[in-house]
């Protein structure tokens, strides 16, 4: 019998599977990108912008600004550095 907490954890990885795939497919996207030589901040600010205009537009203004206010304690957490370790 699948139980709704099962079906919760296979959601879960569900997404996370496409958090993955979605992080690679931007990665080669921002590598093109300098590639043509587009420096990273515009990238950034474009990646970002463009995201923030998909969800307002799917979700509406309080998911981005609930996101956006996550975003600072992320960094600060060291969650989009290059050197930080997984535990």
């Given at each position: 019998?699948?139980?709704?907490?099962?079906?919760?954890?296979?959601?879960?990885?569900?997404?996370?599977?496409?958090?993955?795939?979605?992080?690679?497919?931007?990665?080669?996207?921002?590598?093109?990108?300098?590639?043509?030589?587009?420096?990273?901040?515009?990238?950034?600010?474009?990646?970002?912008?463009?995201?923030?205009?998909?969800?307002?537009?799917d979700q509406g203004e309080e998911s981005?600004?609930?996101?956006?206010?996550?975003?600072?304690?992320?960094i600060i957490a060291g969650e989009f550095?290059?050197?930080?370790?997984?535990?």
């Amino acid at each position: 019998m699948i139980t709704d907490e099962k079906i919760a954890e296979l959601d879960e990885v569900i997404a996370q599977e496409k958090r993955i795939v979605a992080r690679e497919m931007h990665s080669e996207t921002f590598a093109d990108g300098m590639l043509e030589g587009i420096e990273a901040n515009i990238l950034a600010d474009a990646a970002i912008a463009t995201a923030l205009e998909e969800m307002i537009r799917d979700q509406g203004e309080e998911s981005a600004l609930l996101l956006v206010d996550t975003l600072h304690d992320r960094i600060i957490a060291g969650e989009f550095s290059a050197e930080r370790t997984l535990q």
